[in-house]
């Protein structure tokens, strides 16, 4: 299986602060005949449902605030939430699909406000 | 909205059986377009893509831990997701979540199959424990 590596486990950022979590994947997760990198983002608030952020590491899903940014290629991503907010408190997950159906995810970063 | 709930969680001994449901609705969801998956949540741990079914029911999907124990199936005559699990062990305690695919990546002649979440359900609690 593809192991996915997320860090920090946790951090704690100011209101209004930039939040940066890192996810390492152990084998690129980029398919060079779409040019595509298999790489998705979830929130997760206390006792609700993961909800999906990113998928194509990059592409925002409906609804998203700007203030969350997804980059990266191959086996380096990063979720940025530019300026947090109180209602971003949560737990963030990357999650590869490159090896559909056995997708894997990290192991995810709890986000607090300092 | 796409809405997914589950039911059918509990507590029970470690080797009893649960069934779980996940029951599909929502305007313009047309639930037999899509891939299905159950997805949970391990107390103290991150989550685990348990099991997926493709959209005809034809493929099914498992992770090792729980291939020959869990048994995926859907109805789409009732827009209805399954999980038959048996010989239930201390270590499959979670959350279970019933979670939608998007649909196939299509390209020319050529689909394929993504398998990340765009709707999940509310989740249904598995305690396995004696």
């Known amino acids: 299986d593809i192991v996915m590596t997320q860090s920090p486990d946790s951090l704690a950022v100011s209101l209004g602060e930039r939040a940066t979590i890192n996810c390492n994947s152990s084998q690129s997760l980029f398919y060079s005949s779409n040019n595509k990198n298999y790489l998705a983002w979830y929130q997760q608030k206390l006792g609700r449902p993961p909800k999906l952020l990113f998928y194509w590491a990059s592409t925002r899903e409906s609804g998203v605030p700007d203030r969350f940014i997804g980059s990266g290629s191959r086996t380096d991503f990063t979720l940025t939430i530019s300026s947090l907010q109180p209602e971003d408190v949560a737990v963030y997950y990357c999650?590869?699909?490159?090896?559909?159906?056995?997708?894997?995810f990290g192991g995810g970063t709890r986000v607090e406000v300092k | 909205e796409v809405q997914l709930l589950e039911s059918g969680g509990g507590s029970v001994q470690p080797g009893g059986s649960l069934r779980l449901s996940c029951a599909g609705s929502?305007?313009?969801?047309?639930?037999?377009?899509?891939?299905m998956n159950w997805v949970r949540k391990v107390p103290g741990k991150g989550l685990e893509w348990v099991a997926g079914i493709g959209s005809t029911g034809d493929s099914k999907y498992y992770r090792d831990s729980v291939r020959g124990r869990f048994i995926i199936s859907r109805d789409n005559s009732q827009n209805m997701l399954y999980m038959q699990m048996d010989g239930l062990r201390v270590d499959d305690t979670a959350v279970y979540f019933c979670a939608k695919s998007p649909p196939a990546d299509c390209t020319g002649h050529s689909c394929y199959a993504l398998q990340f979440f765009q709707h999940w359900g509310q989740g249904t609690l598995v305690t396995v424990s004696s």
């Open positions: 929502g305007f313009f969801f047309f639930f037999q377009d899509f891939d």
């Open positions: 999650q590869q699909y490159f090896a559909t159906p056995h997708v894997t």
